[in-house]
Nanobody, 109 residues
């Protein structure tokens, strides 16, 4: 099983990025999907979650700015991030049972 994130990069504050998560050897099916992030010296934290019923969860720090979506027939998940802030700088990880390797997001002020 391999989970792969892509779409990270360097963006100015106020900008947007869309992260993509794909899986090989695993189907999204009815599995929960989560996006997490980890900044240097910090613990990994959940930033977006969706279950098989389509219920979503966002912490207050990203609510209204981040949107998780899943195309289950295509086994792809996305994280749309708008109005990015320097404090959003972190490595972003996708989790569908297994973890991906992460993609770096850097937001400059």
């Amino acid at each position: 099983v391999q989970i792969v994130e892509s779409g990270g990069g360097l963006v100015q504050a106020g900008g947007s990025l869309k992260l993509t998560c794909t899986a090989s050897g695993l189907t999204f099916d009815v599995r929960d999907v989560g996006w997490y992030r980890q900044a240097p010296g910090e613990e990994r934290e959940l930033v977006a979650f969706v279950n098989s019923a389509g219920n979503t969860y966002y912490p207050d720090s990203v609510k209204g700015r981040f949107t998780i979506s899943v195309e289950r027939f295509a086994d792809v998940a996305y994280l749309q991030m708008n109005d990015l802030k320097p404090e959003d700088t972190a490595v972003y990880y996708c989790k569908i049972i297994y973890w991906g390797q992460g993609t770096q997001v850097t937001v400059s002020s």
